[in-house]
């Protein structure tokens, strides 16, 4: 078989010669030396991206009692998980975790609330947080709120956060068997809003949730088409009680591959460690350090364990990040 050539999309990718096509991203998960696709994606994070790895933190700032049926999510009132419920953190202890961070050198910091949006009556409480984080804090910060209306989208600008948070999770061809409740068009059309808003955007997904590579590579695509610089990636963690209790785990190869190849569709973004690491080997996580990730979320998580903000300091060190 006819491989793609692996070193001339590099090459058009690196000189700026025009982008990676569906077709091609496809055929690049394909390629049969993972350790020399692994490598140009870790060149071409190189040349658009620098040594300089991105960090961010997040709170639970309102947990469960969620109406929607994303069957990935322990958060959903659909699912029978246990997780801790309340409507909202107080104000003090979302200060404090800011602080924290902000003291341990981490860049960004965003509450992150269930539900399908905030409404206007409790996004003024959270606002009051955002602005006092803002006045004695460095942290730049951002928000994961729904599907939030111009607005409340204005609100949280004028409080100070700069970047809004929507994840589309999956491909829009696979979104509909993993929720039903809302759509991707309604997050793309969030996105959309936050830009008109005058905010940066951050959009990614979850792995592993029953999707093929090719829907991955459709996810990436979208990602870039809406002008996506900040790319989480999430690694499923299957909850107990939720409806993926009992999803496959991703092997390594498809972990790296799928990163690798996001870093030739989506070549100067931030892609980022998000939830699931926690279950990466250590060798594992340095490898998708050097095949295409630039940016981790450290620190606490949602309803699963985070990680350790000292010991992710000296892996992305020892890996040669700053």
Partial sequence: MQWISLEKIMRRVLEKKGDVSYSEAVELTKYPDKDLLYAAANSIREKFCGDVLDTCSIINARSGMCSEDC???AQSAKHSTGIETYPMKNSDEVF???????IKGVKRFSMVTSGLKVEKKEMEKFCEMYKRIHEKTGLKLCA?????????????KEAGVTRYE??????????????TTHTSEEKKATLRLALECGMEICSGGIIGMGESMEQR???ACELRELGVKSVPINILNPIKGSAL?????????????????????LPDAFIRFAGGRINMSENLQKKALQSGINASLVGGLLTTPGSNIDKDYEMFKSVGYR
């Fill in 71 to 73: 069957k990935w999510c």
């Fill in 96 to 102: 404090d975790c800011a602080l924290q961070n902000d």
């Fill in 144 to 156: 994961s709120m729904g599907l939030v209306g111009k607005e409340e989208m204005l609100m949280l």
């Fill in 166 to 179: 929507c994840n589309l999770e999956t491909a829009s061809s696979f979104f509909s068997e993993l929720c």
């Fill in 217 to 219: 590579i459709e996810l």
């Fill in 245 to 265: 209790e009992n999803a496959k785990p991703l092997s390594d190869e498809e972990i790296l591959t799928t990163m690798a190849v996001f870093r030739f569709v």
